[in-house]
């Protein structure tokens, strides 16, 4: 098993350095959510929600939005340049050092 390293800021301004198999085919909303993160994931990573909107802090390249998750993007709340959906980055070994923040809540 390969794991990479990752910083996730919580809504609170916490930071969290988590380790992400990169050999179970996971996403980063899915590593947060075990790792017990408040992000919801309502959709179950369909990108039909914007539960998993997270900012990244990072310029590591691990490829660009989606029609879909653009079009979610455009419906959601708090959305920055560099907001994307955490259901729609697959942990891979480019992601090694990456940093993300949550976005806020939807309100």
């Known amino acids: 098993m390969s794991d990479i390293n990752i910083t996730v800021i919580d809504r609170e301004g916490v930071s969290h350095k988590l380790a992400a ?3 179970m085919n996971m996403n980063l909303m899915e590593v947060c959510k ?3 993160l408040p992000v919801e994931g309502v959709c179950g990573g369909m990108a039909m929600c914007a539960s998993c ?3 990244v802090h990072t310029d590591k390249h691990f490829g660009e939005r989606n029609d879909d998750e653009e079009a979610m993007l455009d ?3 708090h959305v ?4 994307r959906l955490g259901c729609q980055i697959p942990i891979s070994t480019e992601l090694d050092g990456a940093e993300f923040e949550l976005a ?3 309100s």
Do not use: G, L
């Open 21 to 23: 198999p990169t050999d």
């Open 80 to 83: 920055k340049s560099n907001s």
């Open 75 to 77: 419906e959601a709340y």
């Open 104 to 106: 806020p809540e939807e």
């Open 53 to 55: 909107q997270v900012y």
């Open 34 to 36: 075990s790792y017990d």
